[in-house]
């Protein structure tokens, strides 16, 4: 075990664990909060795996952004300070869904992989990053943005107020 | 030079910048504030006009006693302090303060970086706000989220034209790249960065946040003793963050007059210290936004411009490359 | 702004230079207790008590708006080699202001028949129990060294009353028959004491000090 392993293990284990908080705690912005804890594990493991700029980029959009959104909606409720008692999700189903999924998906990934080893690639630069995604991946990143521009022009269409027209 | 010793000494330098810095600056808001309003400021503490003020501050907040509210969400409200000041300090070491590896901790993609770590800061404005069980503080930092939402949009298409002016993300390597004449083609970036640095920082005129004569102090109302002079020390390391990466981006950084080699570390202070001035200048002379006065500058003046100098950037490198 | 012409940002850089140059300048502060400060002739810090002027008349503590003057006396007789009898005179055994109550319009200095009370400027008698703000007549007449001299008169004011009056008495027997100037000056100020008139205000013991209790 390298000290790379272990703290892959560690951040997979908070990464986890406080995705586990998220849906089980009855607190509603902690679960914001343990959300950022989760979002930034991951971004820690991105580190690990010497994907530098994927990690800063995951702060970046995800915590610094993404999820201040989150909590900024969610006190606009009335989310009490403490438990909400009156939170009723279905548990089963969605332990059922979540589960089945993260357990079908390690056990495709373990059964893919075993006990090969994969040397550790450049590190992830923004040059290198750059060339891949403008290079082999560039048409994915094209539909992208198409996928974004329009969800830009339908947020615009749904709430721009026309003089004149009721609504 | 064995490796430990060299971190040691980085980190040592870093942490002595993040505890002296904001100190400096603190005391010359002090006597700037007052001067520009006819007044003299602190005149007794440590003798010489007032030099120890911010010490005797310091001393005076850690004898409070530290309140909880009651009615506080105790563990997310004592966290919030630390989750403000941490980012500022991660911040500050990255930046360069002079050539060969005057920096911290070299970083091939600092500024992106710099601009992650600082919008942590927001978590910390929520975590405070919604956790004192404070009206007040709840409005301040609701006002606070959609404040820094909106504003590090413009903040990081600001920094992105300066990185595609000089064609990297390291902060070290931009300010390589930096020429005189940049000054000029790159000021409204320049200007854009400085007021969306302000209001990420909630510096007046962008403190609705804080806004003490209408949320008496937004989300900082509940706190007391050294939880209250973390904040405030968050603010001012603020300062010295948004005066150190304009000075970075837009200023050349070490790049002087003469002699950048051995006195580049004097040039990025100078500079600092000269931006932070500019922002105390502002504090002083300018009143408040409202709040839609906030957002109408955001989205309809500053990520225009910023949009505007993305593209002006990328037909300059195009033209010269 | 938009009503306005002029350039764009006018406005904001005029605030800069506001504040820039009230920096350049000297500030205001007084540096109070390290300097003293610079206060008029006039400033109503404290009262002085001359107690020799004084006669027991009990204007100024039944003028005082809030009752703060407090004053006790009693009668003496003195015999005078060579009177007919013995004439009576008040002494003064308490007199105390109640610095607490004050609220310093100084009506007691000004309807002083004979110049007991003045102004001093001295303000620093603060004290940590309110009681100690009754000052009694020792304390007041240890003001009166602190009292400044009075300021010059204004060369372009008119002449102060006695002047006038000495003024006119001195012009009086050249124009005998023109006594008509008299009556006015009385009537335009009814005189409290009308046999003593304003030309024996320099020396009031003589006259009015026993007629006023």
Redo the contacts between chains.
């Keep these: 075990m390298t000290t790379a392993d272990v703290l892959m293990l560690a951040l997979g284990a908070v990464a986890v664990g406080a995705g586990a908080l998220v849906v089980t705690t009855r607190?509603l912005?902690?679960a914001g909060?343990y959300l950022?804890v989760s979002l930034g594990a991951v971004a820690g493991i991105f580190l690990v795996l010497t994907a530098?700029?994927v990690a800063?980029?995951q702060?970046?959009i995800y915590?610094?952004?993404v999820?201040?959104?989150l909590?900024?909606a969610v006190?606009?409720t009335r989310?009490p300070?403490?438990a909400a008692d009156d939170l009723d999700r279905p548990g089963w189903p969605a332990t059922l869904v979540g589960g089945g999924t993260g357990l079908g998906l390690a056990v495709l990934l373990v059964d893919a992989y075993r006990w090969s080893t994969v040397e550790l690639p450049e590190?992830g630069?923004?040059e290198r990053l750059g060339t891949e995604i403008f290079g082999s991946w560039v048409l994915p990143f094209e539909v992208l943005s198409v996928l974004l521009l329009s969800a830009l022009v339908g947020a615009i269409a749904v709430s721009v107020r026309i003089p004149g027209r009721r609504r | 030079m064995p490796v430990w010793l060299e971190l040691v000494v980085r980190v040592v330098g870093v942490v002595a910048a993040f505890l002296v810095l904001p100190l400096v600056v603190g005391q010359a808001e002090h006597k700037?504030m007052?001067?520009?309003?006819?007044?003299?400021g602190p005149?007794y503490a440590g003798g010489f006009h007032g030099w120890a003020q911010l010490i005797a501050d310091g001393v005076k907040f850690v004898q409070k006693e530290d309140v909880t509210p009651r009615?506080?969400?105790r563990a997310?409200f004592r966290l919030a302090p630390v989750v403000a000041l941490v980012p500022y300090l991660l911040a500050l070491l990255v930046i360069p303060l002079g050539p060969n590896d005057l920096v911290g901790q070299p970083?091939?993609?600092g500024l992106?970086?710099v601009?992650?770590?600082v919008?942590?800061g927001?978590?910390a404005v929520?975590?405070s706000?919604?956790?004192s069980?404070n009206k007040y503080s709840?409005l301040g930092?609701?006002r606070g989220?959609?404040q820094?939402?909106g504003y590090?949009l413009p903040l990081?298409l600001a920094a992105a034209s300066v990185a595609m002016a000089a064609g990297t993300?390291s902060l070290p390597g931009i300010v390589e790249a930096w020429r005189p004449w940049w000054l000029l083609w790159q000021a409204p970036a320049m200007l854009v960065f400085f007021v969306a640095g302000l209001a990420e920082i909630r510096r007046p005129p962008f403190d609705m946040p804080v806004a003490d004569s209408e949320l008496v102090f937004g989300y900082m109302t509940e706190y007391t003793g050294l939880r209250f002079a973390f904040f405030l020390l968050a603010e001012y390391v603020g300062i010295v963050v948004i005066a150190a990466l304009t000075t970075v981006l837009f200023l050349g950084g070490w790049q002087g007059p003469f002699g950048d080699a051995y006195l580049g570390w004097l040039w990025t202070l100078i500079k600092v210290f000269l931006v932070s001035f500019v922002i105390i200048?502002?504090r002083?002379?300018?009143p408040r936004l409202r709040e839609d006065q906030l957002q109408r500058l955001c989205w309809l003046v500053l990520v225009p411009v910023a949009l505007g100098q993305l593209v002006l950037t990328a037909g300059v490198r195009l033209a010269i490359a | 702004m938009s009503e306005r012409t002029g350039l764009p940002g006018e406005g904001?850089a005029k605030?800069?230079a506001?504040?820039?140059r009230?920096?350049t300048?000297r500030?205001?502060?007084q540096?109070y207790p390290d300097v003293a400060p610079e206060l008029p002739p006039r400033s109503r810090g404290v009262i002085a008590l001359l107690e020799e002027n004084c006669t027991v008349c009990m204007l100024c503590a039944r003028e005082c708006p809030d009752w703060c003057i407090y004053i006790d006396s009693h009668k003496e007789e003195v015999a005078m080699p060579g009177a007919a009898r013995p004439r009576q005179r008040n002494v003064l055994d308490r007199f105390d202001i109640d610095f607490s109550l004050c609220m310093y319009c100084g009506i007691c200095v000004e309807v002083c028949p004979f110049d007991a009370l003045y102004w001093s400027p001295e303000f620093e008698y603060a004290e940590y129990d309110i009681r100690d703000l009754l000052h009694d007549k020792t304390r007041l007449g240890q003001w009166v060294a602190t009292v400044p001299p009075p300021p010059a008169h204004d060369p372009n004011g008119e002449p102060s009353k006695e002047e006038a009056t000495a003024a006119r008495k001195a012009a009086a027997p050249a124009t005998a028959g023109q006594r008509g100037a008299g009556p006015e000056v009385r009537i335009r100020r009814p005189a409290r004491r009308p046999p003593a008139g304003p030309g024996s205000a320099g020396n009031p013991e003589a006259s009015g000090g026993r007629e006023s209790t």
């Design positions: 607190h912005v902690r909060l950022v530098e700029l800063w980029v702060l970046l915590v610094g952004a999820v201040v959104l909590l900024f006190m606009l989310a300070i403490g590190p630069t923004a | 700037v007052a001067h520009m309003q006819g007044r003299l005149m009615e506080a969400d997310v970083l091939d993609i992106f970086f601009l992650a770590v919008g942590v927001v978590v929520l975590m706000a919604w956790a069980a709840l930092g609701l989220a959609a820094l939402l590090e990081v993300l200048w502002l002083v002379s300018y | 904001l605030g800069l506001v504040t820039l009230t920096m300048r500030a205001h502060t540096q």
